[in-house]
């Protein structure tokens, strides 16, 4: 059997990236509902010990491994001739669902948690965490083959562009969560009572899982051609024949630079969310925010993004190169969270809104040149394997800084009792975002080792094998 060389896809253009971005959009509108209000919720209106806040949301990303599989089935086995958009649109309506279903599910463990009731907490907490496991399945599901697409449909010369585009997206639908939890859940400042949280928030899900199904459908209908309309060569036919999964985890693990890579999108992506399940606490607990406010740190974080991914698009990346904005991405948020674990003694509302937002704008610099680099580090001829991979290493790493996150909170906090420390309420975050710093020197370390043309050489040296052993 052989392989026709790939033809170049025709060129995405503006309107089609932006409207393809609306789905990352939708991802980011829904990760500042999880990372932000409902974390929020749990730890300060309903006094969940962080541990279960943090284990309960990373359960979410314990089923990262799953991604790997979900881009191996894309690229081998189409519905209705297409690769990709089937599985979006089934991931797409079961994490909707299950964003719903958290809502109630939560204020169970929190009446059941306060009733001291067992065994029935311990069950109701087991079927907290096997739902976020569930909505992390689905993500994967969805997200997994969608950047497949964005790999089939760009070349290498429109990806950066495009990638920028769509990380864009991705922040503005991070901005539009934050300002819609702000203006739509104003009336609960204040309010501590779950049975009147509870409606309000239920029916804030249901409106919010309702425009994301709309707007993934318009977001990619269309978006991939059907079998008959592939020109030959063309990636669509080639994954005719795709990789095994045996095939393709012997491709990833023959490249010493892809595990090197795998590290660096680990600690870089721990960098970033370490202080996701205790970032809206701090501006509560240290700065006496009410809820609404504490949405607003995120939108915040998002604009600054949204500005570094613009500035390393469209300035940076092409005079400094990939790397070298990788590096100067790191180095902005090592500085940005020694910044914010110094705003706590100040205790000033824009000093720490401030302070977000030159964290978004490393985030942002830092999130454009990594993800230029972890798409340009992908064989076409495994894309949704590849783009699997990654999609691992970033999730491994959130489910880590949300265990840990909570886990060092509530350390913090019994180390204080146990040395008789002065009450704090500032000495535990402080504790987690002077460690997330040593998390962003680590990602500037394994960042040096990344050789993208020894990359290249390896993973193409290692495919010629496998097809090889395929071909007999």
Not at 21 to 44: D, E, P, T, Y
Not at 60 to 76: C, H, K, M, T, Y
Not at 219 to 237: I, L
Request: with cysteine; hydrophobic share 55%; aromatic share 8%.
């Amino acid at each position: 059997m052989s392989r026709a060389l790939a033809v170049q896809p025709t060129p995405l253009g503006l309107v089609n990236t932006l409207r393809l971005g609306l789905f990352q959009g939708c991802l980011g509108c829904l990760a500042v509902i999880f990372a932000g209000l409902l974390n929020r919720v749990m730890l300060s209106e309903l006094n969940f010990p962080g541990l279960l806040v943090g284990g309960a949301l990373a359960f979410e990303q314990f089923v990262a491994p799953s991604r790997v599989l979900f881009g191996q089935i894309s690229d081998a086995h189409p519905w209705a001739g297409r690769h990709r958009i089937p599985y979006i649109w089934l991931g797409t309506v079961l994490f909707c669902a299950l964003a719903v279903l958290s809502i109630p599910l939560i204020f169970h463990v929190g009446r059941l948690l306060e009733a001291g009731s067992q065994p029935e907490l311990a069950l109701a907490i087991a079927g907290l965490c096997g739902l976020f496991s569930l909505y992390g399945l689905a993500i994967s599901l969805a997200s997994t083959p969608y950047l497949a697409l964005v790999i089939d449909r760009t070349s290498e010369a429109e990806r950066p562009r495009a990638v920028g585009l769509i990380w864009c997206m991705l922040t503005v639908g991070i901005v539009i969560g934050a300002i819609s939890i702000n203006l739509s859940l104003r009336g609960l400042d204040g309010v501590t009572d779950p049975a009147q949280l509870e409606p309000v928030l239920l029916a804030f899900m249901v409106r919010v899982a309702l425009v994301v199904l709309a707007l993934t459908v318009v977001a990619t209908v269309g978006a991939e051609p059907g079998a008959q309309q592939q020109a030959p060569g063309s990636a669509g036919q080639r994954r005719e024949d795709a990789l095994t999964l045996a095939q393709a985890w012997g491709l990833i693990t023959s490249s010493r630079q892809v595990l090197v890579f795998f590290g660096f999108l680990v600690m870089f992506t721990l960098a970033l969310f370490l202080q996701d399940p205790i970032l809206e606490s701090y501006g509560a607990d240290v700065f006496g925010m009410p809820i609404a406010a504490t949405a607003s740190l995120n939108a915040v974080w998002g604009i600054g993004t949204l500005a570094g991914l613009l500035l390393a698009g469209l300035w940076i990346v092409p005079r400094l190169g990939k790397l070298a904005t990788a590096r100067l991405g790191c180095q902005l948020i090592l500085t940005s969270l020694v910044l914010l674990a110094l705003a706590g003694l100040v205790a000033k509302v824009p000093v720490l809104q401030v302070v977000m937002l030159l964290f978004g704008l490393a985030a942002g610099i830092g999130t454009n040149s990594a993800l230029v680099l972890m798409l340009d580090l992908t064989l076409p001829e495994a894309a949704g394997t590849f783009v699997g991979v990654w999609g691992l290493a970033q999730a491994l790493s959130r489910a880590l800084g949300k265990i840990l996150g909570g886990g060092l909170f509530d350390l913090a906090r019994a180390l204080q009792s146990i040395l008789h420390l002065p009450e704090s309420t500032y000495l535990p975050y402080a504790l987690v975002f002077s460690l997330e710093a040593l998390v962003a020197l680590a990602a500037l370390e394994l960042l040096g080792r990344v050789n993208l043309r020894q990359f290249r050489e390896d993973t193409g040296r290692s495919l010629t094998k496998v097809l090889a052993l395929e071909l007999g």
